[in-house]
């Protein structure tokens, strides 16, 4: 939902009809969601204990099969 309200397609009000949750709950998993996306893309792969290579060798060896 808190992506939906970024978006802006729907008010909060509709996506509150719609889903069954207080518009203000919905406004505050938006803000959320806006002020730690950031941080995810920051982090990136330093979260997960694995470097950009051991997650590229795979991925390229794959691409050579399929060519």
Do not use: C, N
């Not at 709950?25 to 979260?47: N, T, Y």
């Not at 997960?48 to 060519?67: A, C, N």
Request: net charge positive; no cysteine; proline share 3%.
């Amino acid at each position: 939902m808190a992506i939906e309200a970024i978006k802006g397609v729907r008010t909060l009000s509709e996506l509150s009809a719609a889903h069954g949750v207080h518009p203000t709950v919905i406004a505050h998993w938006k803000r959320q969601l806006l002020d730690g996306a950031a941080e995810v893309f920051r982090r990136g792969l330093a979260g997960t204990g694995r470097s950009e290579e051991m997650v590229t060798t795979p991925l390229y060896q794959e691409i050579g099969r399929l060519k």
